[in-house]
Every structure is written in C-alpha cells, then in structure tokens.
C-alpha cells in the first residue's frame, strides 16, 4: 500500500528549509503509472528575481538524460553489440574497439572528456563545441583499463552515441527528443549548451562557503547530459515507461536490463539507469549534476511508484529521494555502518585510493554514501558505483568497487613525499607538462599559459595527490612513479596521461 500522505509531508520537511534559506530550491514530485500524484516544492528558480522553483519550472536535468539517450538508440535499432569504429571510423584503434553497450554501461574504459580534458589544463568553463570535444575524442591515446574489467563513470561513449544517432538518423538530437517526447506531449527537449535559450529556466547556483554562486559550464553538453525539463514532465516521462503505453512499451525493460562485465558478472549499471534495492523493493533511476544544478529520479516498477527531485543547488538528491520514497513504501532506511573508517587509504600498488568521511567514501573522486550491508560490513547505495566493503584484522578494507576487488590500506600518518617526483615532467603524445618542486609543490596547466599551483597530498609507494578546485567540484587525480622512471596520473574517470622526465629537481 503506497502511503501518498507521508510521501509528501517527506517531502514537504525538505524542500520547505529550502524556502526558509531565502536560496536555490527545487520540486520533489511523487507519481504513479497514471502520472503526478503529490509534490512538495521550495527555494527559488531565480534568486535575483526571487521567482519560486515549482514543479513545472524547466531544469537541466544533467545526466538523467543519458537514459533518454538510450531509448532513441532501442528504438532506432541501433546494435549495441557493433563497436564504436563500426560507426565512427575515425577513433582511434583503441576506443573504436570497444562495442557500443559496453561504452554505454560504463565497462569500456573509455577516458572521460571533461576529466581528461581538466587534466591537460582545460577549464570547465571553456566554451567547447561537440565538434571540438570529438575531435579531441579522437586524439586520445588510449583507454583507461582493460574494456570489461570495471564500471568507471564516463560521458565519452555517449557523446559519442550522440554522434552515432545523427550519422546514422540524418537528424539531429533536438529533433529525435523532440519526437520521442510527442505521443505523450511530455516537456523535456534536447539543449546543446549554456548560450541556448531555454524558456523558465531555473538558474544553477553553488555554495562557496560564503554565499550563493552562478553556476556555469562550457562544454557542449551532449546526449550525456543536454536534456531540459521539469519535475512534473520527468516524472510524467517515468510513469509513461512504468505503464508501458505506446510507443513506450517494453522500453523501460530494455533499457533496465542487466549488462555484465567481461567475466560474466552483473553489473549494477545499465543502459543509463542504475539498478538498487530499498529494503527488499527492487529500484532503478539515475542522477545527474552540472555546475548548480542536481538531480534524481527513482522508480519502484513493481510497486508501479516513483520520485523526482530537481533541484538547483548543487546538493545531494540521492538521499532525499530515497527519504520520500522510502516513506511512501513503509520501507526503512539502510542504518549506517557498525563502525565508519576515517582518513585516506590506498591499495597496495597502482593510482587507487579512497577517503572516508561523513558516512561517505570517496573512491578517486567517485562519491558515494555509505550504509550497513547486514552481514558486518558496509556498502554504497549507488548513485553510479557499486561498492562493498568489509573491515579485515590489520585495519584494511577489502570487498568489491565497481566489479573489481581491491583491498584499501590505511595511510600511514608519517608518510612523506617520494624524492624522485621533484622535476618537470611531460606527456609528448599530448603535450602536457607539470613540475614539481621538493616542497611537495607542483604547477599544474591551465587555461594556456595561466597556470595553477597544487600541494601534493603523499601516498605510500611513490604516490601522492594532487588538489585541484574546479567551482563546486574537487579534482584529486594521483600520480605515481613508474618502475622505469616515468610517471603515470589517473583520476576515477580518466587514467590516459603518462609523463616523462624532461628535467631534474626543482628547489
């Protein structure tokens, strides 16, 4: 029995701090198979015109598209099992080896654009067109891991699907969206980047610490992130593919499918939705964030129920819309973890490390919050990367992230930084350079000829993190010294830069 009335006083007690902050909000709304049921809304769509976020107010709804991406591909008959080069024969050998599915549930070990892109000291806030960022696409030197091996977030391989279904349709995304959403005259539409007007736009703000920012962001935003819409049209969208109606039917199944790593285990991301549990409820849904903004929808296809948050804060929606939901299937919340480790940890060798703090593990930039697994150990409710993880005797961490076992160490308070990193290093495939000085400090590239400088944060085994802002986002990428004096970086989502000495130590 779905419980509408504590639905939405759930979701009444969050927004509503929302409107008493005088600050950004957003629209959480509550639907069935038949569409909108309940909704509860708070805060602002546009702080300097003090217009208040409703659920018709139009949001960026960031990577909540990518499964939108996905149905235009099932239903244009695109076959996911052909790789990239089928399609795109200008991709490097690498990257045009990969099959299409395995691009889209995230096991391709395709470089992340905007990760790779933010490591050779391109901002954020560079105004790049998809032909540049696919062209740059193309330069890429290599792949992040072995394809099939691990689920690592990234939007390359459906930017480039993008550029697939255009190729292949003669149509561009706006138009396909356009058509998708117009059997049900559903309110969301394809927006290719931040100069496109959208109509009652809520604008994206972030928290600085010392008040609300203006959220921008550069990059095309592609098939990976470039959807518009409302909470109430999301959520009309959603009950559409819980019912199953024309043209949606067995669409939801298709895209909710289990995909499998290379070794034949399941994997908890699918075809731009991520598949969970609540309590004993099978869920699917999937977020999505830009520079002020964030978002997530779930969905209990069972119980034929679900949840929309948008939001324009650049705060966590996950947990808030498992709150809502959870109260509306009587069904509690995961408990933290017994015991909740603090501070960084490393595997033994290779670029993987993690930070624990506040309930939440932070695996080379990948954050999740953490809950109490039932058999003594823990494990994220994924928001993308599944992880579960179990304390052992000597203090170390060991269970599975994202497909791949790995046992985190503790780092050693007194660890101090590898000698041998002092000096300039270069990538020649890239044209890269950082230096770094014996003080732990390094210059890093940016913005051409501009510069920034980082402190390194020392690892064991010749590691160390660097510490780069970008807005509201925080980028650790690790370096670590190679066996033959060459230098390796590798974030969460992109592991491709590879430097050689150019230059002794620096004072």
């Not at 849904?285 to 964030?294: E, I």
Request: net charge neutral; proline share 6%.
């Amino acid at each position: 029995m779905v419980d509408w009335v504590k639905g939405r006083s759930e979701a009444q007690a969050i927004a509503e701090p929302w409107t008493r902050q005088g600050g950004p909000g957003g629209a959480i709304v509550l639907f069935d198979r038949d569409g909108v049921r309940e909704s509860a809304i708070g805060g602002f769509a546009v702080i300097e015109h003090r217009l208040p976020f409703t659920p018709d107010t139009q949001n960026r709804l960031a990577s909540i598209s990518k499964h939108i991406c996905a149905a235009l591909l099932l239903r244009e008959g695109v076959p996911l099992e052909a790789t990239l080069g089928s399609f795109l024969p200008e991709l490097p050998e690498a990257l045009g080896a990969i099959p299409l599915g395995r691009a889209l549930d995230m096991t391709g070990a395709l470089p992340d654009m905007m990760e790779a892109l933010w490591q050779q000291g391109t901002p954020f806030t560079a105004s790049l067109s998809s032909a540049e960022i696919f062209a740059a696409a193309c330069r890429l030197p290599g792949l992040n891991a072995e394809p099939g091996s691990e689920m690592a977030y990234s939007n390359t391989g459906w930017r480039l699907a993008q550029v697939i279904l255009e190729r292949r349709t003669g149509k561009g995304a706006a138009q396909l969206v356009d058509a998708l959403m117009a059997p049900a005259s559903l309110p969301i539409r394809f927006v290719s980047d931040e100069t496109e007007v959208v109509p009652g736009l809520a604008t994206g703000y972030w928290a600085d610490g010392q008040g609300w920012r203006r959220g921008f962001y550069g990059f095309n935003f592609s098939a990976s992130g470039g959807m518009a819409g409302s909470a109430a049209g999301l959520a009309r969208w959603a009950a559409a593919l819980m019912a199953g109606r024309e043209p949606y039917a067995g669409l939801l199944d298709r895209l909710a499918a289990p995909r499998h790593f290379a070794d034949g285990s399941e994997s908890l991301y699918r075809l731009g939705l991520v598949a969970s549990r609540l309590g004993g409820i099978r869920i699917i849904g999937h977020g999505g964030s830009l520079t002020g903004y964030r978002n997530h929808m779930l969905m209990a296809p069972e119980h034929g129920v679900g949840v929309v948050v948008l939001t324009n804060r650049e705060e966590d929606a996950l947990w808030p819309a498992l709150r809502v939901l959870a109260t509306m299937l009587g069904e509690a919340l995961s408990s933290d973890p017994d015991k909740l480790p603090a501070g960084l940890y490393t595997t033994e060798d290779g670029p993987f490390w993690a930070e624990f703090a506040g309930g939440a593990i932070s695996f080379m930039g990948g954050y999740e919050k953490l809950v109490a697994d039932g058999v003594g150990g823990m494990r994220s409710l994924p928001a993308y990367l599944d992880i579960r993880l179990k304390a052992e005797a000597d203090g170390a961490l060991a269970g599975m992230i994202g497909g791949v076992a790995r046992r985190l160490l503790p780092v050693p308070a007194e660890t101090r930084l590898d000698e041998r990193f002092a000096g300039r290093w270069r990538d020649a495939r890239l044209g890269v350079e950082i230096a770094i000085r014996a003080d732990g400090t390094a210059s890093w590239p940016w913005a051409g000829t501009i510069g920034r400088e980082t402190r390194l944060t020392p690892l064991p085994g010749g590691r160390a993190l660097a510490d780069l802002a970008h807005g509201p986002w925080r980028h650790r990428p690790c370096l670590w010294l190679q066996p033959d004096g060459s230098l390796r970086l590798a974030g969460h989502r992109s592991r491709i830069l590879h430097f050689q000495r150019i230059e002794g130590g620096q004072s």
